[in-house]
T-cell receptor
């Protein structure tokens, strides 16, 4: 099955700095990579996703990059704000057949200090 | 439009008791999922239902059963609760499992087994 490693487990930045979270996956057949943000006590919410036919995707201050050869993908948050503080999860899903399962990384606790 | 609704939000059980967690979605989604979230472990898939009438095991199915009651509802049952099942349980749904549609999560059920 798929295995997803996420680093770092905790990340502290100053407001206005950039934050980068990296994930690696094991199965080259994975073709869908979503990122979720989870605030304390709340549900995970999708913030951005990327498919394997795309190398980079941006949405305002958030971007995701995918390197299929190296089997890793990263979340980039620019101009961080205190409200960006949360746990971020990456995930990967295998393509084809009846595989509907997302495999999640263990999460990164991002703290943005004012 | 409520999205994914989970009941109850909190529950305390004694070891050996049984319980059913309820999940309903109003987005006409085909696929539904049950996850558990433990500190430092990310989200782990318990069971999923690709479509009405089908269910399959995920990563950590032992001690659980599920029922896809209809297209809207997907329940998770603990037949004989154990302290190791203390966790936060999230239900999610997606339009289709095959075509890389994002998963939408409910607010979670916080379950404690004494």
């Amino acid at each position: 099955g798929e295995n997803v490693e996420q680093h770092p487990s905790t990340l502290s930045v100053q407001e206005g700095d950039s934050a980068v979270i990296k994930c690696t996956y094991s199965d080259s057949a994975s073709n869908y990579f979503p990122w979720y943000k989870q605030e304390l006590g709340k549900r995970p919410q999708l913030i951005i996703d990327i498919r394997s036919n795309v190398g980079e995707k941006k949405d305002q201050r958030i971007a995701v990059t995918l390197n299929k050869t190296a089997k890793h993908f990263s979340l980039h948050i620019t101009e961080t704000q205190p409200e960006d503080s949360a746990v971020y999860f990456c995930a990967a899903r295998l393509s084809g057949g009846s595989n509907y399962k997302l495999t999640f990384g263990k999460g990164t606790l991002l703290t943005v200090n004012p | 439009n409520a999205g994914v609704t989970q009941t109850p939000k909190f529950q305390v059980l004694k070891t050996g008791q049984s319980m059913t967690l309820q999940c309903a979605q109003d987005m006409n989604h085909n696929s539904m999922y049950w996850y558990r979230q433990d500190p430092g472990m990310g989200l782990r898939l318990i069971y999923y239902s690709a479509s009405e009438g089908t269910t399959d095991k995920g990563e950590v199915p032992n001690g659980y059963n599920v029922s896809r009651l209809n297209k809207r509802e997907f329940s998770l049952r603990l037949e004989s609760a154990a302290p190791s099942q203390t966790s936060v349980y999230f239900c999610a749904s997606s339009a289709s499992g095959v075509s890389n549609q994002p998963q939408h999560f409910g607010d979670g059920t916080r379950l404690s087994i004494l």
